[in-house]
C-alpha cells in the first residue's frame, strides 16, 4: 500500500520532541487531537516523542474525505492507524487511545503486534450496548433515542450531551472544549460514526489482543460504566492492569488532567 505525505496532511498528524520512545495519541468520538493538549507537555518533558493525529471524520479533517460506507467499522481507522506509523516508519510506539480509539489500537495490534510495545486503553468499551451477562452501559432503545436526537435537532443534542459526557456544566471549561469539538464535526458524519461506535460489538477481538495492556477509567463516566474496564481486564489475551481515576467523565484527560497525566507517566514507564 503507497501512503502519500498528502494521507499524513488529510490526518493532520504531527509529532513533537526528539526522545527515543515513541507515544502516540488516539482521540475519541466527537474530538481532535486537541483532548490532549494538557497531557502533551509533561509528556515532551519526559524526554518522549509525541505522535498526534485526527481520526477521519473529526471536525479537523476534511468531509469530503470521509465516506459512511469506507468508515462504517473501526477496522477502517486501525488501518488509517497502521498507516500513518508506516509513514512515519514508527517501528515501536507506547500507543495511547482514548474511548473509541482504544479499540481501533487493539483492531490494529492484532495485525501488527511486533509496532506496539505496549496499549493503554483510556476510557475504552469493545460493546456499549448491555447483553446477556454483559453490562455495557446501554440499552437499544437509549440508542435509538440518541441517533434520532442527532438527526432531529444536532445542536441541541450536542449542548445535553458534551455536559453529560464530560461531567459538568455547559459553561464548564472542559465542557465547552467538547462542545466546540463536537459541534465542529459535520451532523451526518456524528450519526454515522456514533452508529457505527455504539452498534460495533468487539468483544471476540479481545482475546486476540497479545500486547501488554494498561486499563485506565473513570470512577464514574456516562459512556463506560467502570464493570466495562474489568470486563476488559479479564478477557484481553495479554498482560493487564487497571486503575480506576477518582474522578467524573469520559473525557479526563481533559477535565482532571492533573490525575490522568501521573498514572499515564507511570504506565508508559511500567
Do not use: Y
Given at each position: 500500500m503507497v501512503i502519500s505525505k498528502a494521507?499524513?496532511?488529510s490526518h493532520n498528524v504531527r509529532d513533537l520532541g526528539n526522545g527515543d520512545q515513541v507515544v502516540v495519541l488516539g482521540h475519541g468520538f466527537g474530538s481532535d487531537q486537541s483532548m490532549w493538549r494538557y497531557i502533551v507537555p509533561s509528556l515532551l518533558s519526559n524526554n518522549l516523542k509525541i505522535v498526534l493525529?485526527?481520526?477521519?471524520?473529526?471536525?479537523?479533517?476534511?468531509?469530503?474525505?470521509?465516506?459512511?460506507?469506507?468508515y462504517s467499522?473501526?477496522?477502517?481507522?486501525?488501518?488509517d492507524l497502521l498507516a500513518v506509523l508506516r509513514e512515519l516508519d514508527i517501528v515501536s510506539c507506547v500507543y495511547v487511545g482514548h474511548s473509541m480509539s482504544g479499540m481501533i489500537g487493539c483492531l490494529a495490534s492484532i495485525q501488527r503486534p511486533e509496532i506496539f510495545r505496549k496499549l493503554i486503553l483510556l476510557a475504552t468499551s469493545p460493546r456499549y450496548l448491555n447483553d446477556r451477562n454483559y453490562y455495557g452501559g446501554f440499552e437499544q432503545h437509549d440508542l435509538d433515542q440518541l441517533f434520532a436526537n442527532i438527526k432531529f435537532d444536532f445542536?441541541?443534542?450536542?449542548?445535553v450531551f458534551a455536559p453529560g459526557a464530560v461531567g459538568g456544566d455547559i459553561d464548564d471549561k472542559a465542557v465547552q472544549e467538547f462542545f466546540r469539538t463536537l459541534l465542529s464535526m459535520r451532523p451526518d458524519i456524528v450519526l454515522s460514526t456514533s452508529k457505527t461506535i455504539f452498534q460495533s460489538d468487539l468483544r471476540?477481538?479481545?482475546?486476540?489482543?497479545?500486547?501488554?495492556?494498561?486499563?485506565?477509567?473513570?470512577?464514574?463516566?456516562?459512556a463506560v460504566p467502570v464493570e466495562v474496564a474489568e470486563y476488559l481486564s479479564r478477557n484481553l489475551g495479554g498482560w493487564t492492569s487497571m486503575e480506576i481515576l477518582q474522578t467524573e467523565g469520559h473525557i479526563p484527560q481533559l477535565s482532571s488532567p492533573e490525575l490522568v497525566i501521573p498514572v499515564l507517566l507511570r504506565c508508559i514507564d511500567a
Open positions: 494521507f499524513l496532511s493525529f485526527d481520526i477521519m471524520g473529526a471536525g479537523t479533517t476534511d468531509p469530503e474525505h470521509f465516506s459512511s460506507k469506507s467499522s473501526l477496522q477502517a481507522h486501525a488501518d445542536k441541541s443534542w450536542v449542548s471476540s477481538i479481545l482475546p486476540e489482543v497479545t500486547v501488554p495492556c494498561h486499563i485506565i477509567q473513570s470512577r464514574k463516566d456516562l
